[in-house]
């Protein structure tokens, strides 16, 4: 079964500055997606960024941006110019192309200070 | 993305009594269902996924008879709270998924249940 591990409980950064949230996971498979979702104080869960494991290429959208290590199991998503809206609970997960389920990590509490 | 409406966003219940939770893929057909249940603080912990006109496959320890689970359509879920107990209450989200070609889960608002 594959399991996926936040090292970081809760992280904090001032506005404008950049933050780097850690996820690795651990799976024999080879064919897998990877998200950042984020669950802000509303708790509605909302897709930040995806990465199929296929593509070499980090994926990016706008300010947030993956750093996507396959050998290393490693999935760390980079906020750049943190914003006080950023300020959120963020999951990463995981789901083999041919699975079902969606296995989440166990979050990471971000705090973005004015 | 897709839209996952659910309803109530809060619901308060006596304790004893049955409360119904729905779950609507808005702008697609959801051939699976994803209900969680969430501690404060805490990660998604899946309860059971449900597929249109099946039976839902629950997660070890989630009680069936407790938690019944509904798919009667593609667009439609429905996780029903029953015999509720204050050991219940808790934030409960759905989720929902398209077909089998894409990965990607889209999530209702999220129930914040409180038994009284």
């Known amino acids: 079964a594959q399991t996926v591990t936040q090292s970081q409980p809760e992280m904090s950064v001032q506005e404008a500055e950049t933050v780097t949230l850690s996820c690795t996971y651990d799976t024999s498979e080879n064919n897998y997606y990877l998200f950042w979702y984020k669950q802000p104080p509303s708790r509605q869960m909302i897709l930040v960024i995806r990465?199929?494991?296929?593509?070499?290429q980090n994926a990016t959208e706008n300010r947030f941006s993956v750093n996507f290590q396959k050998a290393a199991k490693s999935f760390s998503l980079k906020i750049s110019d943190s914003q006080l809206g950023d300020t959120a609970m963020y999951f990463c997960?995981?789901?083999?192309?041919?699975?079902?389920?969606?296995?989440f990590g166990g979050g990471t509490r971000l705090m973005v200070k004015p | 993305g897709a839209v996952v409406s659910q309803h109530p966003s809060r619901v308060i219940c006596k304790s004893g009594t049955s409360v119904k939770i729905e779950c609507r893929s808005l702008?697609?057909?959801?051939?699976?269902m994803f209900w969680y249940r969430q501690f404060p603080k805490q990660s998604l912990m899946l309860m059971a996924t449900s597929n249109e006109g099946s039976k839902a496959t629950y997660e070890q320890g989630v009680e069936k008879d407790k938690f019944l689970i509904n798919h009667a359509s593609l667009t439609l879920s429905t996780l029903t709270v029953t015999s509720a107990h204050p050991e219940d209450s808790s934030f409960y989200i759905c989720?929902?998924?398209?077909?089998?070609?894409?990965?990607?889960?889209?999530f209702g608002q999220g129930t914040r249940l409180t038994v009284v």
């Open positions: 990465q199929e494991a296929y593509k070499q």
């Open positions: 989720s929902a998924r398209e077909g089998t070609g894409t990965r990607e889960a889209f």
């Open positions: 997960a995981f789901i083999h192309n041919a699975g079902n389920m969606l296995t």
């Open positions: 702008d697609f057909q959801a051939t699976t």
